[in-house]
């Protein structure tokens, strides 16, 4: 009798505590409801803070942003204190649960607060510095204000002078880099100590966790050892072409490739020198940037064809707040802004902006469709709480534009337009334009893995700091096989000198892109029926995805679950796939791969490189 009596008081206990879960779940709702609200309403007074000192970068912009961004952080670990009171890793909904599991991690706003003020104007003054470099003229040096965007490089793109090429290099990145290498100290140490503060081992982990996969870096390993091959072909190919174009003292037989000749100040994409290493010479490359001017092109409707590309597949009309608010030519009021182009989510109905200082070239037309596929997927998922509105991963979030970038790149696409006439792409011209593409989109992934990798690196105290300016050339060497013109040390300091790494903007989201967007982009155009691998007439390289409401539809399946799933969700939303592979952009650039592999034999071009020795120990 005790023991039946004890069992049935043991089951009233259980069964009230699960009464009082249920009727807590319930409360939690609630109080997330509330909270993401809140959270939206703070976070926007915030992003209007950072967008009036990105647009326009004076001290008192800078400070006021620091100050919102010290406010916010304050409340985010309030709440983050708050809700401790609710058993939510218990409860039946896994979507409270993913609300609360996201609202635990608090990044940066772990920071104490003399700590996170400490870490704000740190970051702020490498981006400061970054975007104030000026430089002296080569051949004049008494006019010293050219700055990055447009004059340096346009020098560094169009430029086929050596030693001209060597001087901005090196007066570009003694200027970028080396002079905030105590912040950037700074930055690593609080970085850590933030990591540690959100339970983990380190920024690298942190970095990472928004991928929500432990097995997340081993994989890109395995996908980019599978890319290697042809990315070494191409390397291969450039290294004997440049040879031929400037001789055997400046560019070697069997060694690193001089980044400087390259076409890009960190040598990420070679596309810009196309015209001096393309297969076949005498086939002119497909560039509309000329036609783009003859025809009267603007930044406007640049943007409006944009807009028009995704109205056509059935997506979200840009809003009116757009055009009112973006900013979208480089301002003629002679203020200090970040012209790196941007997306802008202010997390209010329809307040989405684009800053951008559009020039009238094709690169910069596939660059509007990039930066409006993040205004795509801010719409789409703006109906959400404010903690999934964001990507289902960061470099989903990169990869939707670039899908729509690759349509509007295709001769196709460019034909249906207008830009371009009378073009004819027979097999020569069609390894042209494959070999163009992958000088953008192959020699990107080395350098995007190594950005991160030398971070990771430095997060997870695996390098000394005496070594950091080295280590980084020699992940640039090992992944990329460049190397700087002129000999570097550690008196030097080289890798802020790209914006994303004054600015502490994690870089693996641009490897998952440049990875994704080809499953995406292969996806899409089998359901737009504009690809079919038995049929020859319609390959990959000539999808054009325009007005198909089949691919719209993917999309919209996609991106309207911004964060509320796990990555392999979304991804399987959008074309049936959970896992992340490197087959689409293999199978995309596979006549490429065999043409090379043929030319490269029959031209013996040596595959591979040498070790460099640019950069010593001081």
């Not at 008196?491 to 989201?509: G, N, Q």
């Amino acid at each position: 009798m005790k023991m039946k009596l004890f069992l049935l008081l043991v089951l009233a206990t259980v069964l009230a505590l699960s009464q009082a879960l249920v009727k807590e779940e319930i409360q939690a709702k609630e109080y997330l409801e509330n909270l993401n609200k809140e959270l939206a309403k703070r976070t926007n007074v915030e992003t209007e803070a950072a967008w009036d000192y990105a647009s326009n970068i004076t001290d008192e912009n800078e400070k006021k942003k620091n100050e919102i961004s010290a406010e916010l952080a304050k409340f985010l670990k309030e709440v983050s204190a708050d809700i401790q009171k609710f058993q939510w890793r218990s409860y039946q909904s896994e979507e409270l649960k993913r609300q609360f599991k996201s609202l635990a991690k608090l990044g940066y706003a772990a920071l104490s607060e003399a700590d996170y003020a400490e870490f704000l104007e740190t970051v702020s003054a490498m981006e400061s510095n970054f975007a104030k470099v000026k430089v002296c003229d080569y051949k004049d040096d008494k006019k010293c204000d050219l700055a990055l965007e447009p004059e340096i490089e346009e020098v560094i793109t169009k430029s086929r002078d050596p030693e001209e090429l060597k001087y901005y290099w090196r007066e570009f990145y003694d200027k970028a880099g080396t002079p905030v290498r105590s912040e950037f100290e700074k930055y690593v140490e609080l970085n850590t100590k933030a990591a540690k503060l959100n339970n983990f081992t380190s920024g690298a982990e942190l970095w990472l966790d928004e991928y929500e996969d432990a097995t997340f870096e081993q994989q890109l390993e395995d996908i980019f050892a599978e890319i290697r091959p042809l990315y070494e072909q191409v390397h291969g190919y450039v290294r004997y072409r440049l040879r031929k174009y400037y001789g055997d003292e400046v560019v070697s037989e069997k060694g690193p490739l001089p980044m400087h000749l390259l076409g890009n100040m960190w040598a990420q994409q070679w596309s810009d020198i196309a015209e001096i290493v393309s297969p076949f010479p005498e086939k002119p490359l497909v560039d509309v940037s000329d036609e783009m001017v003859k025809q009267g092109y603007t930044a406007l409707k640049m943007f409006q064809m944009g807009d028009d590309f995704f109205t056509s597949m059935n997506l979200t009309k840009l809003p009116q707040d757009f055009w009112d608010k973006s900013i979208i030519e480089k301002p003629t009021d002679g203020r200090d802004l970040i012209c790196h182009a941007s997306a802008w989510d202010f997390y209010l109905k329809d307040d989405v902006r684009i800053k951008q200082c559009t020039t009238l070239t094709q690169s910069q037309l596939f660059t509007v469709h990039h930066e409006l596929g993040h205004i795509q997927y801010f719409l789409q998922y703006q109906h959400l709480p404010f903690v999934f509105r964001t990507g289902a991963n960061p470099g989903f979030h990169e990869a939707v534009g670039d899908v729509l970038s690759l349509s509007v790149s295709t001769v196709k696409h460019l034909e249906k337009i207008g830009l371009l006439t009378n073009y004819v792409q027979d097999e020569e011209a069609r390894i042209n334009q494959l070999f163009l593409m992958a000088l953008d989109k192959i020699v990107f992934l080395p350098f995007a893995f190594t950005l991160d990798k030398w971070r990771w690196a430095l997060f997870r105290g695996q390098v000394e700091k005496e070594n950091w300016n080295c280590a980084f050339w020699k992940l640039r060497d090992e992944y990329s096989g460049i190397e700087p013109p002129v000999v570097r040390s550690e008196k030097d300091f080289d890798a802020p000198a790209k914006y994303h790494i004054s600015a502490d903007v994690e870089y693996l989201r641009y490897l998952v892109s440049f990875i994704i967007q080809f499953q995406f982009y292969k996806s899409a155009c089998i359901k737009a029926g504009q690809y079919d691998a038995s049929n020859v007439n319609l390959p990959l390289d000539n999808c054009d995805i325009y007005g198909s409401a089949a691919a719209g539809e993917a999309f919209h399946n996609m991106l309207s679950l911004g964060a509320s799933k796990p990555w392999p969700d979304a991804l399987e939303a959008f074309n049936g796939e959970r896992t992340m592979t490197g087959k689409a952009i293999a199978e995309y650039f596979e006549p490429l791969r065999v043409w090379l592999e043929a030319e490269n034999i029959k031209n013996n071009v040596h595959i591979g490189w040498t070790s460099s020795d640019k950069c010593v120990a001081s």
